[in-house]
Structure formats: structure tokens, C-alpha cells
């Protein structure tokens, strides 16, 4: 097996950096509207702070589910151990199809969930003196 950088690794890699681009930024921008200036700070540390909790999170949970399919491998394959390729293919095998499930409930409940901006008509207008005031 001779694997290359460029035509093994790089296409992934960019792929993914675009992705991530193209995922994250309109994240940051979706979250922050709406907020005041004096809270953006505040709005923005609480994302970043979410981010990484859940990343910590999602790790642990992927490590679990990986090492206990991984032991369940061994204990029902005799003569192998946990540091074996059958083992650990079958132990990241699962991981991954518990984890792209995860994915698809998240954009499930993201496409359900998403709110929709109320419409201009569905406002109302209240009219005290020369001043028009819109109810929110």
C-alpha cells in the first residue's frame, strides 16, 4: 500500500476545510441576529463556550461507544485483542454509524425546529400622536 498526501489526503482535507467554512460562518451569523450590541460579546463567548463543551462531549461519547464495541469484539472472537485490526475496524465501524445517526437526527430536528421570521403584514401598528409605534 503506497499512499500519496496530494491525491490521498489533500482532497479530503479541503473538502472538509470548505465545509467547515461554509458551515460554521453562517452559524455565528444565524446566532448573532437579533442581539444588541451590548450583549454580542456575551452572545459570542456562550457560542464559542457551547462549541467546545460539545465538542469535549462528542468525543467522550465516540471514545465509549468505540471502546466498548471494541471489547465486545474481543470477548466474542477468541485469540484477539483489542489492539487487532478486526477489532478496532469493527469498534470505529460502529462509531461512526452511531455518530453519522446523530448527524441526521441534528438536521432533522434543525430542518423541524427552524423558525421562520414573522411576516411583515402579521405586525402590528399602533398610531399614538404623529409617531407610528410597531408592536413586536
Not at 65 to 80: E, K, N, R
Amino acid at each position: 500500500m503506497n499512499g500519496h498526501y496530494f491525491f490521498d489526503l489533500f482532497p479530503p482535507f479541503l473538502l472538509g476545510g470548505i465545509g467547515l467554512a461554509l458551515a460554521f460562518v453562517p452559524m455565528q451569523i444565524a446566532a448573532l441576529t437579533g442581539v444588541s450590541q451590548s450583549e454580542a460579546g456575551v452572545a459570542s463567548g456562550l457560542i464559542n463556550t457551547s462549541q467546545q463543551i460539545g465538542g469535549a462531549i462528542g468525543v467522550a461519547v465516540a471514545t465509549t461507544i468505540a471502546t466498548t464495541f471494541t471489547t465486545h469484539y474481543v470477548d466474542s472472537h477468541p485469540g484477539t485483542n483489542a489492539l487487532s485490526g478486526g477489532a478496532l475496524t469493527h469498534g470505529f465501524g460502529i462509531t461512526f454509524y452511531v455518530l453519522a445517526g446523530f448527524a441526521l437526527v441534528g438536521a432533522i430536528l434543525a430542518a423541524v425546529l427552524i423558525e421562520s421570521p414573522p411576516k411583515a403584514s402579521e405586525t402590528e401598528t399602533e398610531t399614538v400622536g404623529e409617531v407610528a409605534l410597531e408592536a413586536a
